[in-house]
């Protein structure tokens, strides 16, 4: 069975639905910060060509049924702000990844700690989920602390896994399982 489709997901300042092609206009707007992809194993988009191959590869992940990629809309103003990916789903073991961006204007205002907690809230409920998982460079402040506070436990560090921007990298390894979720 394929990842069950996310439809939409509200929170309090936020609408998380799939991405779309109108969304890419504002998602290079995020991507195209350095400081955004600083940490992820992608450069910053220099165009929209960047990001149509970009949406190219999500739409591939949700048409193998292995993810979805969500855009974080805030409800203010109608603007996508960042996006969720959900990954990796292995459906014998009821498991996924979660990968998040948010654009640099608007950090450390709580926003995706919103949109987690409502992912989270979805997946071990409506979708029934055993664990989700999320990788985090160690030097990535924001993303560590945001996964401890959302409930995620640090299970372990693996040494020098990924290469990306020419460089040798550890990751720090985060897990959340439906019962550490309601437990919370
Ligand atoms: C990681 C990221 C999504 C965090 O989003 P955010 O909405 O700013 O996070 P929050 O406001 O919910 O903050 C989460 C916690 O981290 C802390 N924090 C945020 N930025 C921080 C920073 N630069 N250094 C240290 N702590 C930071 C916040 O104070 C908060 O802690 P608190 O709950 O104890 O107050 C955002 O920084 C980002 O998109 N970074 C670039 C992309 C990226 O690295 N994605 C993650 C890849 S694993």
């Known amino acids: 069975m394929p990842l069950e489709p ?6 309090q300042r936020l609408k998380l639905r799939p991405v ?7 998602l290079l707007e995020i991507n195209g910060d350095p400081e955004v992809t600083r940490f992820l194993p992608y450069p910053a988009w220099q165009s929209l ?41 292995d459906e014998p073991s009821g498991r996924v990844e979660m990968g998040f961006v948010l654009g640099r204007p ?17 997946v071990f409920s409506a979708m029934s989920l055993r664990r989700v998982e999320a990788e985090v460079n160690p030097a990535n402040a924001a993303s560590n602390r945001l996964l401890k506070r959302a409930g995620f436990t640090h299970e372990g560090t693996l040494r020098k896994r990924w290469v990306a921007k020419g460089e040798a990298y550890d990751t720090h390894f985060y897990g959340c399982l439906a019962e550490d979720w309601a437990a919370r």
């Open 6 to 11: 996310i439809v939409e997901l509200q929170s």
């Open 106 to 122: 608007w950090w450390r205002q709580g926003l995706m700690a919103e949109a987690v907690e409502a992912v989270c809230a979805h």
């Open 20 to 26: 779309a092609e109108r969304d890419l206009q504002d």
């Open 49 to 89: 060509d960047d990001g149509a191959g970009w949406l190219g590869r999500m739409e591939a992940l949700a048409a193998a049924g292995t993810g979805q990629q969500l855009v974080l809309v805030r409800k203010a103003d109608s603007k996508v702000v960042g996006t969720l990916l959900l990954f990796r789903f």
